[in-house]
């Protein structure tokens, strides 16, 4: 199995930042992709960033040039770096771990964290 824990969340000022980690452990293989989504009140879970264990990013277009993901494989740790931070920003953000290309197993193919609420006040 696998489990991710969150940590980093809270309440900023507007324009101000945080920074999320996001530990991973259990059956955790070499190739896998490591990401944040959020999901805000009454909207759909949407991608935030990932990162693959080659180092490929990704991002949502509202956070390009304020959020910088980034990971540590030796610690299976992924970090989220979120600057300038928006009230539009307001979500619970949670992890994930994305072993899928390795393994079909349900147990170890999709994993999320429990979530952490980032509150941005205006």
């Known amino acids: 199995q696998v489990r991710l824990v969150e940590s980093g969340g809270g309440l900023v000022a507007a324009g101000g930042s945080l920074r999320l980690s996001c530990v991973a452990s259990?059956?955790?293989?070499?190739?896998?992709?490591m990401g944040w989504f959020r999901q805000a009140p009454g909207k759909q879970r949407e991608l935030v960033a990932s990162?693959?264990?080659?180092?490929?990013?990704n991002y949502a277009d509202s956070v390009k040039g304020r959020f910088t993901i980034s990971r540590d494989n030796a610690k299976n740790t992924v970090y989220l770096q979120m600057n300038s931070l928006k009230p539009e920003d307001t979500a619970v953000y949670y992890c994930?771990?994305?072993?899928?290309?390795?393994?079909?197993?349900?147990?170890?193919?999709?994993?999320w964290g429990q979530g952490t609420q980032v509150t941005v006040s205006s």
């Open positions: 259990g059956t955790i293989f070499s190739i896998n992709t």
């Open positions: 994930n771990l994305d072993q899928r290309v390795v393994t079909d197993s349900r147990l170890l193919a999709l994993s």
């Open positions: 990162m693959t264990s080659y180092d490929s990013t």
